[in-house]
Each structure stands twice: as C-alpha cells, then as structure tokens.
C-alpha cells in the first residue's frame, strides 16, 4: 500500500482473496490481514484463472465445481440425444468429445498426476471424472446400464479419461520444456531443492522419486508406440494416446482369459469403428451398440441379468440361447424376414 500511494496507484481490496495453504493443524487458518481501513478474511476456495483451490490444494473444491457445471452439461447431452432420437450417434459423440471433455478436464496440467494403485485402478481425480465420462457415453450411445465401461470406451471410439488427461498434461510439459519459462522453472526447483537439501532430506528426497516416476511414464508412453516402428520415429499425441490404450486393451483381454463374460464383439480400439455409424439414424446406432455389446433384450442378456420373468436364457425355437448372433444368423423362426432383409 506504501508502495502504491508513492508511486500513485491504486488497488481494489475488494477484488483480491486470500486463502492459507497448508496441510498441518498447528496454524491459524482464520487469520485474516488489514488493508488500510478494511480488512479481508480468508477464505476455503479460491479460483486462479479457472482453477480452483483449497487450503490442502486436495482439488476438493474444483472436483465440486467440475460436478455442478458436468451436471449441466449432461442434462443438455441428454435433452438432445435420447436413447432413441435426437442427434445421431456420430453428431453426439462430437458434442461430447468437443464441448464436454475438454470442459471438466480444464486445467488437467496442474491437477492430474498419471498415478496408479496397486490394482492398476486410477486414482485422484481422473477416477471421479471416469462416472461423468461413462453417463456421456450411455447417453451418446444409447446402450443399456449394464454395458461394460470398456465396451462402451470401444463402441465409441473414446479412449479413457486417464488416458486423455495424461495426453494433456504431456502436451503441456512439452510446451514448458521448450520454452525460456520451463527452462527458468527448472532452474528455480534446483535451487530450491539445493537450498533444502539438509533440512528437509526426505522431502527433497521424495521430490526426487516423482521426477524419476514422470519420467518413467514419459519414457513407457514413447515405448508402447514404438512396437514395431522406427526407433526415431515422432508420434502424436493423438497416436500415443491410441498406442496406450491398444497396450491396456490387451492386458485386460489377457486377465479375462478363460473367464465367461457377455461382450459378444471384443476387438481392440479402432477409428474405422465409426464408418459402422455413418448414415445410421439414433435409434439405428443405438441398437447396433447394443447388438454388438450383447446388452439387449434378448433372453440370453436377460437371463444373466436376473430379469423376472428369463428363468431361461433358451430362444423360442429351442435350438440355442437367444443371442443377437443366434437370432441374426440360426433362429429359423427368423428366415423369412432375414431373407426378405438380404434381399432389400
């Protein structure tokens, strides 16, 4: 203030915040501080240019922000494309991929870490906006509740949100990297973490780890994409990304085997996915996913789903459980009409 009155500028308090940050109990968070005759009090949740923060920077407060504007967006999403009309598939998958993804996964370079747990789960964020992802794609889709989350992934041809918000904060640490503000940050973080060295041993040591474990991640991202390509060669981001979840598709398709499962098409991730949809209305779109995913009304799905009334999952005509596969190319009940459909 001293500083602004000699040189003969002027500041609003009332537009600046304040807010303490620290994740140990032995502070005084009410503290609040004097601006000449007013006085500003801190506050929980403070947003920095679209991001929001809270005193443990836990991203509890911008997950709660992300919630409400998500909850808006899908209640639009669901006002156009119903399960059965609206926007076709390919207009809906567009929508969501350009207005919704990148809405609640703004600011992913400073929130996201590509961490896993010992499962191989996600988690942080990135594990809540998988639920706002997967009502998306049911809607987008128009498949039924029970369809597997990777199913859906698959059909859609979009890849998990991890995988997308890994893709971003890669993007961003390539910019910063190549840039003179990057190369300015690594050099204030070597003199700080030189500085603390024999105070704080632990944590700089601990600092160290996560520079090993992004690089780590850097370093596997690049390998998945040059299987069987030039050593030298430069992917995009679009390419790692696809390269990624091909590499986790596989995993998971490796842990499944020998398990009975209901996905009647598994093939790993493809864009040419999306040629199936090209001039196909909603509700044409919708029971191709459906057909394909093995998550209809048919009685096979319906009896593993434990519908009343599906004791058996045996077709009409008794030669088989109704699949979409029995009833498109065996039921006999079905030969009339499936030769009338070959012939138009």
Request: net charge positive.
């Amino acid at each position: 203030m001293q500083w602004a009155r000699r040189h003969g500028m002027r500041f609003a308090p009332k537009k600046y915040e304040l807010i303490h940050f620290t994740r140990s109990k032995g502070f005084n968070l009410q503290a609040g501080i004097q601006l000449g005759e007013g006085g500003k009090a801190p506050t929980q949740e403070v947003r920095i240019l679209g991001i929001w923060v809270d005193p443990k920077l836990k991203w509890s407060a911008h997950w709660s922000k992300v919630q409400q504007k998500a909850s808006t967006q899908i209640g639009a999403l669901v006002r156009t494309t119903a399960s059965t009309w609206g926007a076709s598939f390919l207009r809906a998958r567009q929508v969501y991929s350009a207005v919704i993804r990148p809405a609640i996964a703004y600011g992913a370079a400073a929130w996201h870490t590509p961490t896993k747990g010992p499962n191989g789960k996600v988690q942080g964020l990135a594990a809540k906006l998988e639920l706002i992802q997967n009502k998306c794609l049911r809607v987008v889709a128009g498949a039924y509740r029970a369809t597997p989350v990777r199913s859906l992934e698959t059909e859609t041809f979009t890849p998990p949100i991890d995988l997308y918000l890994d893709s971003r904060l890669a993007a961003f640490q390539d910019r910063l990297a190549n840039s003179e503000v990057g190369q300015f940050i690594e050099n204030s973080c070597a003199q700080i973490r030189a500085r603390i060295k024999g105070r704080r041993g632990r944590r700089s040591a601990r600092k160290t780890t996560r520079e090993e474990q992004g690089k780590a991640w850097r370093e596997e991202r690049q390998s998945w994409c040059q299987q069987g390509q030039p050593i030298r060669q430069r992917f995009t981001e679009k390419q790692k990304v696809l390269a990624a979840w091909k590499n986790r598709w596989q995993t998971q398709e490796a842990r499944r085997e020998g398990q009975d499962y209901w996905d009647q098409v598994r093939r790993p991730p493809d864009p040419s996915i999306l040629k199936l949809h090209q001039g196909l209305r909603k509700a044409e779109s919708s029971m191709l996913i459906q057909l394909r995913t093995g998550r209809t009304g048919l009685r096979h799905f319906l009896n593993k789903a434990r519908v009343p009334g599906y004791e058996s999952e045996q077709c009409s005509c008794s030669m088989g459980p109704e699949t979409p596969r029995h009833v498109l190319l065996d039921c006999p009940q079905e030969l009339e009409r499936r030769g009338a459909l070959r012939e138009s």
